[in-house]
């Protein structure tokens, strides 16, 4: 009867100790995707400021001027349309080709 209680003993002891460092390994690949998180947050916040840096007017400007020959038009090239009366904003005019 000892020898049973202290298999069972054994045993038990054995199972919490494996679930201990099995929960210890769990806490080290928590914190391991913990910090890939954050370095991947970080890396979107640094690419996000890059696009809107890179799609600003300031830098667009230079190379559609440079590689598009293209130009802000003067006021004398600018043409603005006008609506006639009884067109609508909100529902744009259909081409008699369109299915939908």
């Known amino acids: 009867m000892i020898a049973l209680v202290l298999v069972g003993f054994v045993v038990v002891t054995t199972g919490v ?3 201990r460092v099995y929960g210890v ?3 080290v690949r928590i914190k391991e995707l913990r910090r890939t998180r954050d370095a991947l947050e970080t890396e979107r ?10 799609s600003s007017r300031a830098r667009l400007q230079p190379i559609a001027e440079h590689k598009l020959n293209m ?4 006021n004398t090239q600018q043409v603005f349309l006008t609506r006639p009366p009884g067109a609508s904003a909100a529902t744009p005019p259909r081409s008699p ?4």
């Open 45 to 54: 916040i640094r690419l996000e400021g890059a696009i809107r840096d890179g």
């Open 17 to 19: 100790i494996a679930r």
């Open 71 to 74: 130009h802000i038009p003067t």
């Open 25 to 27: 390994g769990q806490e």
């Open 97 to 100: 080709h369109d299915s939908l």
